[in-house]
C-alpha cells in the first residue's frame, strides 16, 4: 500500500509558478510510476504529466507540454510538479497517483485507472 499527500497549491496570478509536491509513504512492493491529474468543477478528470521510477522516461498532456515539468526523488519519496506561464484555465484540484504494478523504465497509459493510489488533493487557482 502506499499512501500519498500533496501539497503547494494555491492561489497565484496568470503568468505565475507553483511547485507541487508529492510525498509518498508506506511499504511499496514495486517500482510504481507517478503521475499528475487535476479536475475543475464540471469538468473531466484531465491527465497531466508521468514518471516512471527511474525518471527515465515521463510523459505530458498536451495541455500542459512545455509548461510543465514532472521529477522525483525517491530517496525522499518525493514527486514533484513545477508549474510555469500559469492560466486561469489551470485551476483545478491537483491529484497525484501512483501504479501498484513496476514501471522502472517505463510509462503505463495515460487514463486514471491505470492509477491504483491516490491523493486527496491540493487546490491551484490561478487568477487573471
Known amino acids: 500500500q502506499v499512501q500519498l499527500v500533496e501539497s503547494g497549491g494555491g492561489l497565484v496570478q496568470a503568468g505565475g509558478s507553483l511547485r507541487l509536491s508529492c510525498a509518498t509513504s508506506?511499504?511499496?512492493?514495486?517500482?510504481?510510476?507517478v503521475a499528475w491529474f487535476r479536475q475543475a468543477p464540471g469538468k473531466e478528470r484531465e491527465f497531466l504529466a508521468a514518471i516512471s521510477w527511474s525518471g527515465s522516461q515521463t510523459s505530458y498532456g498536451d495541455s500542459v507540454k512545455g509548461r510543465f515539468t514532472i521529477s522525483r526523488d525517491n530517496v525522499k519519496r518525493m514527486v514533484y510538479l513545477q508549474m510555469t506561464s500559469l492560466k486561469p484555465e489551470d485551476t483545478a484540484t491537483y491529484y497525484c497517483?501512483?501504479?501498484?504494478?513496476?514501471?522502472?523504465?517505463?510509462?503505463?497509459?495515460?487514463?486514471?485507472?491505470?492509477?491504483?493510489?491516490w491523493g486527496q488533493g491540493t487546490q491551484v487557482t490561478v487568477s487573471s
Open positions: 508506506g511499504r511499496p512492493f514495486s517500482q510504481y510510476a
Open positions: 497517483a501512483a501504479t501498484r504494478g513496476n514501471y522502472y523504465s517505463t510509462l503505463p497509459g495515460s487514463g486514471g485507472n491505470a492509477y491504483d493510489y
